[in-house]
Every structure is written in structure tokens, then in C-alpha cells.
């Protein structure tokens, strides 16, 4: 990275090409040459930022972008990005026209949605769209009961294409409880059974996410959605713990900041809003000029953890909402300007996504989505 790059910013979010290439391979080869792979960027591509992500996996060859929104979508398109777009979440009846202008295929999930698109003027187009169905995890999609009655109106609507059929996991995160997983995987094959009986050939069939991908290869039908894995991050624990020596996945993200202000204190002093923290040694006090506005959680104040020069040191005081204190006392030769390590490695020193999940006692995809949109990504 050219250091130009960073020159007049207090915090910034840097995306490793190397680390992203290396996820796109493990996940390449565990699908196979037969199966298509679709970069999930949902949520500013899970922290690393939409357009960009998304550049850098559409240079490396994914065959298709997973996002919730048509917004997202619009977005990659006016970006220039060309390959398939599925939007995975619901859109409002008034941006179907939108989908179909840009080439985006939708995700039909309820006999609402699917009855509206007859209300379409589509004028010559036609709407792409991808049937969810609810195997058990009962949030979006149709039941496999409903199936019949979803054919009878997709037949009735000419400029619909049935271009793809898909479910979603709920449980699929444990390879040491794979009963429900199988049994989601056997109901979408008795949809996907029902839509091949009644004439449709051809359309692509898709189940697995990241942990579905990784734990069940009989779940990987024609495409997977990859989405937190390409960032080189684990869906669970559990999975990391079974296949953490097979799958050598590297962390893309990194976020740093720079020392604002340092400060000498007395023992005694009281830090922060409502002095929760009692110093118990004179003590330097760094401020960084990041807090929870940027995504540094409230919830690690008085616990969390920032890395100078190699070492560890400690959030003290309440996290407010542009600003941290650490303690800084044991750290030699600081200085104002000084590069600060929120998340990624400092020498031989690391602080994680998924550590600063465990101390604020949630999960790691909390952590990088929640990562303010308006911080610069650069691309390393």
C-alpha cells in the first residue's frame, strides 16, 4: 500500500488481495470445476466494502454476487460489474421493474410477492427469478407443499424465468450435529423433485453457504453462497475446531487508527464517562480517535484491546462515541501519529475479529458488518 493512501486519515479499514485470493482457492477447490461459486456481499460485502470486494472477486472469477438488497445490487451495476446479481432479500414491488432493466434476478419466497409480478409491465423483458424454498429453518420460502401451487402460477406468468431454486440452512454450522442439515438437504430435493416433474430443466439449484460448503459436499447442488469464508473468517467455532487443519483460511480485513492524543496521569485518576475506571498506577493515557460510531463496540470498555508497536494494550474507561482511551504506560517511545492495530497483527501480536466477538460477547459477523460503511477501504 502506498502510504499516501493513509496520509491525512485517522482510521481506515485495509482489504488483503493476497489473503482473498487464497479463501477464493480453498473454496474453488473444495467445490470443484463443476460448480459455480457466488461472493456473498451483502452488508458492504460483510464490512470490506461492496464495490471493491466485489471488484477484487469478480477479478479472481466468482460467477455471481449474492446481496440483500436491489439497492446493492444497483450499486454494483452502475459500478460496472457484470456478472449475475441475485438479490436475496425481499424488494418492494415497485423496484421489480429495476431488476429486470439491470439484468438482477430476484428472490421469490411468498405467493404475495410472486402474484404482484403479474402487475409488472416488463415490456418485452423478462424477470429472472430465484424460488426460495423453507426446508426448516422457517423464515423466507415457500414449503415443499406449496410447491404445486407455485408451478401453477409461475406457468401462468410467460415473462417469468425460472432461472434458479434454493434453501437455507439453519443448523449447519456443527459438523458434530448434521441430522437437521441432512434433513433440510432431502426436503429441497423433493422441491427440486417437484419443479423437474413439472417440465423445468435447467435451472440452478442452491443450498450451501460458507459452513454448508465446507461440512456437507453433498450440499453443494450446482452453486454455493460464499459469504464470510471469502473474508477469511469461520461461521462458527465448531467449524474452525473440526476443519481448521484442512481449510487455511486468512483473515482480509484489517482496521487501524492513530494515536489523537497522549496524556500523563497521577494514581487515582478516574477515566471516562461516569469514571469507571480507577487507575491503580500513574499512568500515560493514549486517545484514539475512533469509537462505537465507527464500529469499536460500547461493550468493550474497560476490557477491549488495541495493539502499538507490537504490544497490547488496554481499553480503560468507557468507549465513547468517537474516542477510546488505552493505557499506553508500558509502551516505549510513542508518539501522537503513531499507527494503531484495532484488528489485524503487529509484529508477532494478533487481535481478531473473532476476539473482539468473544469480549463482546457476540459473533464475529456483528463485528465486521457493523464496521462504519463511511471508513476508507484500501485494497493491499
Given at each position: ?319 465513547s462515541m468517537d474516542m477510546v482511551s488505552v493505557d499506553v504506560t508500558d509502551v516505549k517511545n510513542i508518539k501522537v501519529g503513531d499507527e494503531v492495530i484495532l ?25 465486521t458488518t457493523r464496521l462504519n460503511p463511511l471508513i476508507k477501504r484500501i485494497v493491499v
Amino acid at each position: 500500500m502506498k502510504e499516501n493512501q493513509k496520509h491525512n486519515l485517522r482510521t481506515w479499514i485495509e482489504i488483503n488481495q493476497q489473503s482473498l485470493k487464497n479463501n477464493y482457492s480453498i473454496f474453488r477447490r473444495l467445490i470443484g470445476p463443476k460448480c459455480l461459486l457466488m461472493s456473498v456481499v451483502k452488508s458492504n460485502a460483510y464490512g470490506n466494502s461492496l464495490i471493491d470486494f466485489s471488484r477484487a472477486t469478480e477479478s479472481l472469477g466468482v460467477d455471481w454476487f449474492g446481496v440483500d438488497s436491489i439497492v446493492e445490487a444497483e450499486s454494483l451495476r452502475k459500478a460496472g460489474l457484470k456478472k449475475p446479481i441475485l438479490v436475496l432479500g425481499y424488494t418492494l414491488e415497485n423496484k421489480i421493474e429495476t431488476a429486470f432493466k439491470n439484468n438482477i434476478s430476484l428472490t421469490i419466497s411468498d405467493f404475495s410477492t410472486l402474484e404482484n409480478l403479474k402487475n409488472i409491465k416488463i415490456r418485452g423483458h423478462k424477470l429472472k427469478i430465484h424460488i426460495k424454498i423453507d426446508t426448516g429453518m422457517h423464515r423466507q420460502g415457500f414449503f415443499v407443499s406449496e410447491i404445486p401451487a407455485v408451478i401453477k402460477i409461475i406457468k401462468s406468468h410467460p415473462t417469468i424465468i425460472l432461472e434458479g431454486v434454493y434453501t437455507h440452512f439453519s443448523s449447519a454450522k456443527n459438523p458434530a450435529f448434521p441430522s437437521i442439515t441432512f434433513n433440510q438437504i432431502e426436503q429441497f430435493k423433493k422441491a427440486i423433485g417437484l419443479f423437474e416433474s413439472a417440465g423445468f430443466r435447467g435451472f440452478i439449484k442452491h443450498a450451501a453457504a460458507t459452513s454448508g460448503t465446507i461440512i456437507f459436499p453433498q450440499s453443494h447442488f450446482d452453486l454455493v453462497r460464499i459469504g464470510i469464508g471469502l473474508c477469511g473468517l469461520w461461521p462458527s467455532k465448531e467449524t474452525k475446531e473440526a476443519f481448521k487443519r484442512e481449510v487455511k483460511l486468512e483473515p482480509v480485513l484489517s482496521w487501524k487508527t492513530i494515536v489523537g492524543q497522549i496524556k500523563s496521569l497521577p494514581k487515582g485518576s478516574k477515566v471516562g464517562y461516569d469514571l469507571t475506571e480507577t487507575l491503580n498506577r500513574p499512568s500515560r493515557v493514549a486517545v484514539l480517535p475512533i469509537g462505537y460510531w465507527h464500529g469499536f463496540p460500547r461493550s468493550l470498555s474497560g476490557i477491549g484491546k488495541a495493539l502499538i508497536k507490537g504490544s497490547e494494550v488496554k481499553v480503560i474507561g468507557r468507549v465513547s462515541m468517537d474516542m477510546v482511551s488505552v493505557d499506553v504506560t508500558d509502551v516505549k517511545n510513542i508518539k501522537v501519529g503513531d499507527e494503531v492495530i484495532l484488528i489485524g497483527k503487529s509484529e508477532k501480536s494478533e487481535i481478531s475479529i473473532d476476539d473482539l466477538a468473544y469480549l463482546s460477547d457476540t459473533i464475529n459477523y456483528e463485528i465486521t458488518t457493523r464496521l462504519n460503511p463511511l471508513i476508507k477501504r484500501i485494497v493491499v
